[in-house]
């Protein structure tokens, strides 16, 4: 009875030896290749066999002629990974692991900004987000250093620079204090990536109106509105006029047209007339004859 | 006794087949590490995690039978053009690749500012089984971290780049 147990064990063994591999010394692999360079396969023994390389990226399968050395030229393996190496001549299965590294020069950056568009001096609203490539598109995984620069129309421009980790980069920065479109530039090595961020004023600051009799009429008008760094406020921005006369109230929205915003209202001796943008509240007057 | 020996060892080499046909990877999820001043909500942790360790279903399913179109669901941009070229490659040379994930060791890393995507790491163990017109040449085990860089989609998070470091 041993003989067929031992029989069917070595059947069963030998398998599971053929399914797992162990590192060879038949097949000489190169520790690391960078992205897109040429490199070489040592095998040993005579006559004919296949190589595989296999990865997420990348299947390659080339006939080779054992003992010689089997060249792969620049470009045929550029997608960064780990690849599965297997040589198979005669029956026989052989492998090991070959890493690509992604090239350490940068080709190309994908910035992310945001938002587009936004109030002037917000502290940290600006943010930025850099993951870099090389030019195969592979993450380029070694640290680098990422400068990030915003400058505003006038030239002023805060400046950052950031260490890559894992690829990746960030950054926050302040919107400047004058309305307009910002240069956001993230850069590394020479390669260099724009964004716009427009700065639009803030909420008004110190809004004033004036009253003027005019006829049975009161004729109110702000002063020029601006925010509180003194750029002007959009045209289009609701100014709200609110006139209190005993238990009656009236309101009137204005939108601001060149920076003012003018509206008569009913002159009643004794009303109480205020003004106001969004939340932002203005004077009040208290309309006498 | 030896009779009893061997059958001892061929229902567990047996067992061990069949476990690595069917068994599902083990999964262990390090605490975040986030380098960002987004902060992460558990929910978007757990989220992109799962969607994550689905996506090597779809890759195992994706290589194993030749079909791109099974990547769509899980990986966008780079990380599906790569590995639609991957089995393009293999298709034309009659060669085809098993992948079946072990085990994974999952870090988040960096979560973008704007809260577009999300970078993790992943320590995967798996094996890669290769054959040539159907003649199986081995399996491979692979040992590697992967940086995996996903993005938010419609319904789910989907794999943008999906790379394992050289060393």
């Known amino acids: ?289 | 006794m030896i009779r009893f020996k061997a059958i001892l060892m061929i229902g567990a080499l047996a067992g061990a087949t069949a476990g690595v046909a069917l068994a599902q990877a083990t999964v262990k999820v390090e605490p975040a590490s986030v380098n960002g001043p987004r902060p992460l909500a558990e929910q978007t942790a757990q989220a992109v995690i799962r969607d994550y360790l689905e996506s090597w279903q779809s890759l195992s399913a994706a290589f194993d039978q030749d079909r791109a179109d099974l990547l769509d669901a899980d990986f966008v941009g780079d990380a599906r053009d790569k590995l639609a070229q991957a089995i393009r490659d293999q298709s034309q040379m009659a060669v085809s690749t098993r992948y079946q994930d072990r085990a994974h060791d999952v870090q988040i890393v960096f979560y973008s500012p704007e809260g577009l995507s999300i970078e993790l790491s992943d320590t995967v163990d798996y094996d890669v089984q290769l054959m040539d017109h159907d003649k199986p040449l081995g399996t491979q085990h692979v040992h590697a971290r992967y940086l995996v860089v996903l993005t938010p989609s419609e319904l789910q998070w989907r794999v943008r780049i999906l790379q394992a470091q050289a060393g």
């Open chain 1, 1 to 289: 009875m041993r003989t067929p147990w031992a029989i069917l064990l070595g059947g069963v063994a030998g398998f599971v030896g053929q399914l797992i591999f162990a590192q060879s010394n038949q097949l000489t692999l190169p520790a690391m290749v960078e992205a897109g360079s040429a490199f070489s396969i040592e095998t040993a023994g005579s006559g004919q066999g296949t190589l595989y390389v296999a990865g997420l990226g990348q299947v390659i399968r080339k006939d080779v002629e054992l003992g010689k050395t089997a060249w792969f030229p620049a470009g045929s393996l550029y997608d960064a990974g780990r690849y599965v190496v297997i040589l198979e001549a005669s029956g026989n299965s052989e492998s090991g692991i070959l890493d690509v590294a992604p090239q350490t020069k940068p080709a190309s950056l994908s910035f992310l900004a945001r938002p587009s568009r936004l109030p002037i001096a917000l502290h940290n609203g600006i943010t930025g987000a850099v993951y870099v490539f090389d030019a195969y598109k592979n993450l380029v995984t070694a640290p680098t250093p990422v400068s990030f620069a915003l400058s505003s129309p006038s030239g002023a421009a805060q400046t950052r620079t950031v260490t890559a980790k894992d690829g990746a980069a960030w950054t926050a920065m302040d919107s400047t204090a004058k309305q307009g479109a910002d240069k956001f530039v993230a850069e590394d090595d020479d390669i260099a990536s724009t964004r716009v961020i427009g700065q639009v004023p803030g909420d008004p600051c110190g809004l004033k109106m004036t009253a003027k009799p005019d006829g049975d009429k009161v004729a109110l008008a702000t002063d020029p509105v601006r925010d509180c760094s003194g750029n002007a406020v959009p045209d289009g921005t609701i100014v709200t006029f609110t006139e209190t006369y005993g238990d009656t109230q009236s309101t009137v929205d204005v939108p601001l047209k060149r920076d003012i915003a003018a509206v008569e209202m009913p002159a009643h001796n004794g009303a109480t007339i205020t003004v106001a943008s969004g939340v932002i509240l203005g004077n009040q007057i208290r309309w006498e004859k």
